[in-house]
């Protein structure tokens, strides 16, 4: 297929410039802009990067319009019915699936990087106030990582880089289970390395005095496979933080504390939480009505609708409701679920979210989840930084193998002009 091309005029001095489309293997062309500065002293306005492709990537792809979500091209569908997350982390950082004896090594090593060293959890983790939230603690805890690890710092060695990137994955769940019990006050589980990574994870968390935690298997395999589901998002906010951040050549621990810190905000990683509290504030089904009609009213948000790309229904969310029935089966029914279905219900047929192709997005039903298996509000944001991880640093890698330049946007200045300093008594 030939390359598409655009002219652009400047109407005012008839300069014409053109500009090529590139095209990617899969998904819309993509404009070529970089002409523009030099040949026309303009630049490109797209705060929050409406229309804008930041980078060159081959890690995941998302159609938002049709639902579409593959990880290095294989359907996010399959991976969730077929894979695990440590393989699915495998496939993100490297591009393909392991072999049987590449994940057997790839989980060994996961596995017995799964400690943290005794300063971080008594100095960093113990050394909060007693009611820090664990997603604050975390994305410290991570930063704090890169004053263990001098060696961070050369992240031209691929060697190096690696040990870096199966230390953030293996000890992130450490870390995140021991915020957790500390804001609790239960004593800090040591990791269990005769258990796979997410069942390892639920022994943190839930330990008391046994010799040894079994999690129940349903439970586990839930939680992997939203793992699996949270595991990367192309470039989304904190992604795109990731990748600024790797882009100067921080050390991988700081790049994944400024993606986590970005995770934190309500808009991103935070909505899990706010619609839990969103469900609890409506209370029962005969209020989803009157909450509907405010959301209409402008005054709140649907929390866990809409997505700044699906505009259809979230692939991720189809698969976190199958997950919702075989949870609830163990737990017992989320009492917050009639009202969460009868929200979605009302909603989808509705012409204010029909009509702004609203839909329910990947937060709107994995709360039920994460609460029905006793996991505090507080944790549900650390639970997706957990998996993301592995995305992140794909992405760190990925950018680095690019060689790019450091990650510096241009500005539509809208300040006053210059002026002179006038002295403070002149004022
Ligand atoms: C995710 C989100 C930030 C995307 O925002 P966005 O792409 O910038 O979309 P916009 O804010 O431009 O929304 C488009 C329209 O839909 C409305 N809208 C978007 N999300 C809405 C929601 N959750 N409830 C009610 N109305 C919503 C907006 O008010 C806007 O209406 P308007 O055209 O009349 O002004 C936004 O949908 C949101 O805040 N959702 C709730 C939080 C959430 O679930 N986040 C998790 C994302 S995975």
Same mark, same amino acid.
């Given at each position: 297929?030939?390359?598409?091309?655009?002219?652009?005029?400047?109407?005012?001095?008839?300069?014409?410039?053109?500009?090529?489309?590139?095209?990617?293997?899969?998904?819309?062309?993509?404009?070529?802009?970089?002409?523009?500065?030099?040949?026309?002293?303009?630049?490109?306005?797209?705060?929050?990067?409406?229309?804008?492709?930041?980078?060159?990537?081959?890690?995941?792809?998302?159609?938002?319009?049709?639902?579409?979500?593959?990880?290095?091209?294989?359907?996010?569908?399959?991976?969730?019915?077929?894979?695990?997350?440590?393989?699915?982390?495998?496939?993100?950082?490297?591009?393909?699936?392991?072999?049987?004896?590449?994940?057997?090594?790839?989980?060994?090593?996961?596995?017995?990087?799964?400690?943290?060293?005794?300063?971080?959890?008594?100095?960093?983790?113990?050394?909060?106030?007693?009611?820090? !939230?664990?997603?604050?603690?975390? =994305?410290? %805890?991570? /930063?704090?990582?890169?004053? +263990?690890?001098?060696? @961070?710092?050369?992240?031209?060695?691929?060697?190096?880089?690696?040990?870096?990137?199966?230390?953030?994955?293996?000890?992130?769940?450490?870390?995140?289970?021991?915020?957790?019990?500390?804001?609790?006050?239960?004593?800090?589980?040591?990791?269990?390395?005769?258990?796979?990574?997410?069942?390892?994870?639920?022994?943190?968390?839930?330990?008391?005095?046994?010799? !040894?935690?079994?999690?129940?298997? =349903?439970? %586990?395999? /839930?939680?992997?496979?939203? +793992?699996?589901?949270? @595991?990367?998002?192309?470039?989304?906010?904190?992604?795109?933080?990731?990748?600024?951040?790797?882009?100067?050549?921080?050390?991988?621990?700081?790049?994944?504390?400024?993606?986590?810190?970005?995770?934190?905000?309500?808009?991103?990683?935070?909505?899990?939480?706010?619609?839990?509290?969103?469900?609890?504030?409506?209370?029962?089904?005969?209020?989803?009505?009157?909450?509907?009609?405010?959301?209409?009213?402008?005054?709140?948000?649907?929390?866990?609708?809409?997505?700044?790309?699906?505009?259809?229904?979230?692939?991720?969310?189809?698969?976190?409701?199958?997950?919702?029935?075989?949870?609830?089966?163990?737990?017992?029914?989320?009492?917050?679920?009639?009202?969460?279905?009868?929200?979605?219900?009302?909603?989808?047929?509705?012409?204010?979210?029909?009509?702004?192709?609203?839909?329910?997005?990947?937060?709107?039903?994995?709360?039920?989840?994460?609460?029905?298996?006793?996991?505090?509000?507080?944790?549900?944001?650390?639970?997706?930084?957990?998996?993301?991880?592995?995305?992140?640093?794909?992405?760190?890698?990925?950018?680095?193998?690019?060689?790019?330049?450091?990650?510096?946007?241009?500005?539509?200045?809208?300040?006053?002009?210059?002026?002179?300093?006038?002295?403070?008594?002149?004022?």
């Amino acid at each position: 297929m030939a390359t598409r091309q655009f002219t652009l005029t400047d109407n005012s001095t008839g300069k014409t410039s053109t500009l090529e489309a590139l095209s990617p293997s899969v998904g819309p062309d993509v404009l070529n802009i970089a002409p523009l500065a030099k040949d026309h002293g303009v630049y490109t306005f797209d705060p929050g990067f409406m229309s804008t492709a930041a980078c060159e990537s081959a890690i995941t792809y998302l159609d938002g319009e049709a639902g579409v979500l593959q990880y290095r091209g294989y359907p996010i569908e399959q991976l969730a019915e077929s894979s695990n997350y440590l393989e699915v982390a495998y496939l993100l950082l490297n591009g393909e699936l392991p072999t049987a004896q590449e994940y057997d090594a790839w989980s060994h090593e996961i596995t017995y990087h799964t400690f943290i060293h005794e300063n971080v959890r008594k100095r960093f983790l113990e050394g909060f106030h007693y009611d820090a !939230h664990p997603m604050g603690m975390l =994305v410290s %805890a991570v /930063a704090a990582l890169s004053t +263990f690890y001098h060696d @961070a710092k050369d992240i031209d060695n691929p060697e190096i880089l690696h040990k870096q990137i199966v230390r953030l994955i293996a000890k992130m769940p450490t870390l995140a289970a021991g915020a957790h019990r500390f804001m609790v006050g239960m004593p800090f589980v040591y990791p269990d390395n005769t258990l796979d990574f997410t069942s390892n994870f639920l022994s943190m968390m839930w330990k008391v005095a046994e010799p !040894h935690y079994e999690p129940n298997p =349903v439970l %586990a395999h /839930a939680l992997d496979v939203l +793992f699996i589901l949270h @595991a990367d998002h192309e470039q989304n906010c904190g992604t795109t933080a990731m990748r600024t951040v790797a882009s100067a050549h921080a050390d991988p621990y700081s790049a994944t504390a400024a993606a986590a810190a970005a995770l934190y905000g309500p808009r991103h990683g935070g909505a899990n939480e706010a619609v839990i509290r969103m469900l609890m504030q409506i209370g029962s089904i005969d209020n989803v009505p009157g909450y509907i009609e405010r959301v209409k009213r402008g005054e709140v948000l649907l929390q866990g609708f809409g997505h700044r790309v699906y505009k259809n229904y979230d692939p991720r969310a189809r698969i976190i409701k199958q997950v919702a029935d075989e949870v609830f089966e163990v737990t017992g029914k989320n009492p917050l679920l009639d009202i969460a279905l009868k929200l979605e219900e009302i909603a989808l047929s509705d012409d204010y979210f029909v009509s702004r192709k609203l839909y329910p997005n990947v937060d709107f039903y994995s709360g039920l989840i994460y609460q029905a298996m006793g996991f505090p509000m507080e944790m549900f944001t650390v639970l997706f930084a957990i998996p993301r991880t592995a995305g992140w640093l794909a992405h760190m890698k990925e950018l680095l193998e690019q060689d790019l330049k450091i990650t510096r946007p241009r500005q539509l200045y809208v300040g006053p002009e210059v002026r002179d300093y006038v002295g403070i008594d002149a004022r």
